[in-house]
């Protein structure tokens, strides 16, 4: 499968000077399966130059797969061109409330006040499923989500093709409550998503001072990503989710701790950058 | 993903981390109604700590500190608030007498719930219990 960050920004989009060596789009990744199928996890605004860049030319099925409903993860779906062309097949994915299924709680996205077009008047017609609980298969791919920690309804993803495994967690705090590097591996929060998984792209909005002052806020310090990578046994981390303010020079501070830290793995630590590709 | 212990819902990873943290004696079972953790506070309860039970089916930790009525009589696992929650589907409530590992006889109160993710879907319960105070005090 052929990976592409097209977004990898937290909590806002941040655009300037300041951010252009990483990148100022929130959550959008591009998955093209050797079998020609599309998945795209989170609609953030990165989704928007990804449209562009599809043109007219993208498959008659997308597939996207939202982590959550915050603003960051959904605001740029109703700007992804294929959206508003009538033949696309597009399938929407994400996790239910315990109450209320995903179109529902993702309706007044679409609608008055928050935008001017409703839901059903948009011309491809998304379908809304509700991720299922259990492995599912997309193309050539099997995609597992489950349930994460991290405010709300909020779901990881693990997508495996050709035995290797992208798994997805940009907004996840398994420190929450626990200590990662002793709990047993079945009690931390997405462990079987990540679980030697060839590339992962975890949440490190935080520094370790940055996170003290924010736990419970859904999201990781370095620290804390790169014990996670280290326990799943991830031949590749990949630091996702970058806070708003930090720029590019902090960012390159992020990277150069990550990698003290992973002395003793994963293999590889980096920082997720728009632009950035991977093969699997 | 094969491993010998399959990830945990968050649900419970939720609870566990939970009770981990309070000073009230809390008892959790997963979907299986298997023991899977109770907390610092219960270990005086149950006379025991958990690091020594470990994981118990619910057919062994309802006999484990043998339940009786405040008669005598034997509790099943069914009449349990734990066993009422998890079979029905609700909270329930009720005073009984344990034995602890410790083999002291000690009377309690158990309030259970369960862990519902969907109408239909149980991933465990909890029970928080607490010792009785003596006859003819008023506890706090
Ligand atoms: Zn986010
Ligand atoms: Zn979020």
């Not at chain 1, 959206?83 to 679409?110: K, M, Q, T």
């Not at chain 1, 626990?178 to 909005?205: C, K, N, P, R, Y």
């Not at chain 2, 509790?75 to 608030?81: A, V």
Request: overall charge negative.
């Amino acid at each position: 499968m052929k990976v592409r960050v097209w977004g990898c920004r937290g909590s806002l989009a941040s655009p300037g000077p300041e951010t252009v060596r990483f990148g100022g789009q929130t959550s959008c990744v591009s998955v093209q399966l050797s079998d020609g199928s599309l998945l795209i996890l989170d609609a953030g605004s990165g989704i928007r130059p990804l449209g562009m860049a599809l043109g007219g030319d993208h498959p008659e099925r997308i597939d996207v797969f939202i982590t959550h409903l915050h603003t960051d993860h959904i605001e740029g779906l109703r700007f992804f061109d294929p959206i508003w062309d009538p033949s696309v097949e597009l399938n929407v994915w994400g996790p239910p409330s315990p109450i209320r299924g995903l179109r529902s709680r993702i309706a007044p996205y679409f609608a008055p006040p928050f935008f001017p077009v409703h839901l059903r008047s948009i011309p491809s017609h998304p379908e809304f499923r509700d991720t299922p609980t259990r492995t599912w298969r997309i193309g050539s791919a099997a995609v597992t989500a489950q349930l994460v920690k991290h405010p709300g309804p909020t779901v990881g993803y693990r997508v495996e093709e050709n035995g290797h495994a992208l798994a997805y967690l940009p907004d996840h705090e398994p420190a929450l409550g626990s200590d990662l590097s002793t709990v047993g591996t079945e009690w931390i929060s997405g462990f079987a998503l990540a679980e030697g998984s060839t590339v992962l792209l975890h949440d490190a909005q935080y520094t370790k001072a940055e996170y003290d002052e924010r736990v419970g806020w859904g999201h990781s310090s370095t620290e804390d990503a790169v014990t996670f990578g280290r326990r799943a046994g991830a031949e590749r981390l990949v630091l996702f989710h970058h806070d708003p303010l930090h720029t590019d020079t902090q960012l390159e501070g992020v990277l150069a701790r990550a990698k003290e830290l992973s002395a003793s793995g994963p293999d590889e630590v980096e920082l997720a950058r728009e632009g950035m590709t991977f093969e699997l | 993903m094969a491993e010998a212990h399959p990830q945990r819902n968050l649900i419970l990873i939720l609870a566990r981390d939970l009770a981990s943290r309070l000073a009230t004696p809390v008892f959790v079972v997963d979907h299986e109604g298997t023991l899977v953790y109770f907390n610092e506070a219960a270990e005086p309860v149950l006379g025991r700590t958990y690091a020594e039970t470990g994981e118990l089916r619910a057919g062994g930790w309802a006999t484990e500190w043998s339940p009786t009525d405040d008669e005598g009589r034997p509790i099943p696992l069914e009449d349990l608030p734990l066993g009422v929650a998890f079979r029905e589907g609700r909270a329930s409530h009720r005073s009984f007498r344990i034995v602890g590992g410790d083999r002291v006889a000690r009377a309690i109160e158990a309030t259970a719930f369960p862990l519902l993710i969907r109408e239909d879907e149980i991933v465990g319960a909890i029970a928080v219990f607490w010792e009785r105070p003596p006859e003819g005090t008023t506890g706090r």
